[in-house]
């Protein structure tokens, strides 16, 4: 077998004993987030993040901002500083103004026109580096995230530029939403194997056809054929050759983020049919050693889209807070509810906790 993409760290800048998968401390949920106009989708993703109880736990302990030497934006601040504030919070609802400054905007005409006018000089003088959003227009809670967890694991290699690849993924954010991806490639000519090895923060799944999420798992990893142009060269064989590929989850994250792919490939159209979703997952069949111990998350947040295109509508959440109680989360909103409706919703994102 020939293996790439797995070379051990050579150093573990946030050692894992430090993380804690239970909420340390438990309180009434949080404040809600106003809508500067389009920006739902920054909501729920900001949500999602506070209620995920091993991030909070270190963001609530400010282990980040006590020894960080970065000069200007730093995400990881940011987030500290968003945190403590929703959960500590008296105010039924919060404007994540530092979030929102800090958005990297191609156009400001909207701006220098007059929206937003409390915004507007924070707006025009931010440092703009998170990612490609406009606070004025629609943008995706999927792609928000990842811009968003891309930032902060920035923050955290901050004045850590000479680690190699796999020490930069022992971050506090791969510690806890990082997993490993194996990629095992069969020759049909020869048999024989090359397995491949990525890390990964979250896991795009096709739903097309699909009733269920373990469905769509078990399609994620279920052997596909490969030939015509996507051909692949044998080590063996000396020559392009039609293969198997087979793609298994290696090593489990912490958090397990799933983004229910609702844009059809072909049409663009949305794709709303009902895809269920268990409170408790194990996701031990999925892994390259189905045969081992079972692996079981629980369901914390769920990220809902409505509208008939996925260029629109609107965004909002449900999230299990510290006490155990769930609730659904319109911007402003902060309304108790039942693992029943959770369950019963048309969800975009879900996220797992071990």
Same mark, same amino acid.
């Given at each position: 077998v020939i293996v790439k993409g797995m070379t051990p760290p050579q150093k573990n800048p946030f050692p894992p004993e430090k993380?804690?998968?239970?909420? =340390? +401390? !438990? @309180? @009434?949920?949080?404040?809600?987030?106003?809508?500067?106009?389009?920006?739902? *989708?920054?909501?729920v993703v900001l949500q999602c993040l506070t209620y995920t109880p091993p991030l909070a736990n270190y963001l609530l302990s400010r282990q980040h901002s006590r020894f960080c030497r970065q000069e200007g934006f730093c995400m990881m601040c940011i987030m500290e500083a968003? &945190? =403590?504030?929703?959960?500590?919070?008296?105010?039924?609802?919060i404007r994540p103004r530092a979030v929102i400054r800090?958005?990297?905007? !191609? +156009?400001? #005409?909207?701006?220098? #026109?007059?929206?937003?006018?409390?915004? =507007?000089?924070?707006?025009?003088?931010?440092?703009? &580096?998170?990612?490609?959003?406009?606070?004025? !227009?629609?943008?995706d809670a999927y792609?928000?995230? =990842?811009?968003?967890?891309?930032a902060m694991?920035?923050?955290?290699?901050?004045?850590?530029?000479?680690?190699?690849?796999?020490?930069?993924?022992?971050?506090?954010? *791969?510690?806890?939403? /990082? /997993?490993i991806l194996r990629s095992r490639v069969t020759c049909l000519s020869c048999k024989a194997i090359s397995d491949f090895y990525k890390a990964f923060l979250d896991v795009l799944l096709r739903i097309k056809g699909a009733s269920s999420l373990t469905t769509a798992l078990k399609d994620f990893v279920t052997p596909k054929e490969m030939g015509g142009r996507k051909r692949f060269k044998c080590s063996k064989c000396q020559k392009k050759v039609a293969v198997s590929k087979m793609v298994t989850v290696h090593h489990a994250p912490r958090v397990l983020t799933v983004c229910l792919g609702r844009a059809d490939d072909r049409s663009r159209r949305k794709l709303s049919q009902v895809v269920e979703y268990p409170e408790y997952l194990n996701l031990r069949p999925?892994?390259?050693?189905?045969?081992?111990e079972p692996l079981f998350y629980s369901l914390y947040a769920v990220v809902v889209h409505v509208g008939h295109t996925c260029l629109g509508g609107h965004f909002f959440c449900y999230t299990k807070v510290s006490n155990g109680q769930?609730?659904?989360m319109n911007d402003v909103s902060?309304?108790?509810?039942?693992?029943?409706? &959770?369950?019963? #919703? #048309?969800?975009y994102l879900l996220f797992y906790v071990r």
């Open positions: 993380i804690f998968l239970d909420w =340390r +401390q !438990k @309180r @009434r949920p949080g404040a809600g987030l106003y809508n500067f106009g389009s920006t739902c *989708y920054l909501n968003h &945190v =403590r504030k929703v959960l500590y919070s008296s105010a039924i609802a800090d958005l990297k905007c !191609k +156009q400001l #005409q909207v701006l220098q #026109q007059g929206f937003f006018p409390p915004l =507007r000089e924070e707006l025009l003088t931010s440092f703009l &580096v998170i990612g490609e959003f406009k606070p004025d !227009k629609p943008g792609e928000f995230l =990842r811009c968003t967890l891309n694991q920035k923050a955290c290699l901050s004045g850590s530029s000479n680690l190699d690849i796999s020490s930069q993924e022992t971050t506090i954010i *791969y510690q806890i939403f /990082g /997993g999925y892994m390259s050693d189905p045969a081992g769930w609730y659904k902060v309304d108790s509810c039942g693992i029943h409706t &959770v369950l019963e #919703q #048309q969800a």
